[in-house]
């Protein structure tokens, strides 16, 4: 029996998408990188909008915003670029169908230097956003 773990021990981040991130550690520094991470920012913006991580709108606008600015140190085809501002936007919202569609139109542009694992990993997040309620997205009323 492994020992209990001490209250300070920081928790381990569970990321939907680790052949994602590999793949994008894996790839030679220039274009291939950029593109895999600008999906892999996208994902993970995107990957806030499911229920099991649930984070508020704010938290969520920030970042996207500080997702901007990072977009802009990246150089990346109009055509992608523009895909993951999109992905970006729609990772802001409460709309989590809005932000799967976003991630689908990414993965179309950016086929090639995926591998079969990360595109399944992406392809998974997509659905768990497709059948994410809105409801349980929106802000809670006051009384």
Do not use: H, Y
């Not at 790839?27 to 913006?45: D, F, H, Q, W």
């Not at 606008?61 to 670029?81: D, F, I, N, P, Y």
């Amino acid at each position: 029996m492994a020992p209990a773990l001490p209250s300070f021990t920081p928790t381990r981040s569970r990321f939907a998408c680790p052949a994602l991130l590999a793949a994008a550690a894996r790839a030679p520094i220039g274009g291939e990188r950029e593109t895999l991470l600008g999906v892999l920012m996208a994902a993970r913006l995107a990957a806030g909008l499911c229920p099991d991580q649930g984070l508020p709108a704010g938290t969520r606008g920030a970042r996207a915003e500080a997702a901007r600015q990072w977009l802009a140190s990246v150089t990346l085809a109009a055509k992608t670029r523009t895909a993951v501002l999109r992905c970006i936007a729609s990772s802001e919202g409460q709309n989590p169908q809005g932000a799967a569609e976003s991630l689908v139109a990414l993965l179309d542009l950016v086929a090639s230097p995926l591998d079969r694992t990360a595109r399944r990993e992406v392809m998974r997040l997509i659905e768990a956003l497709r059948g994410a309620p809105i409801a349980l997205l929106a802000p809670p009323r006051d009384p």
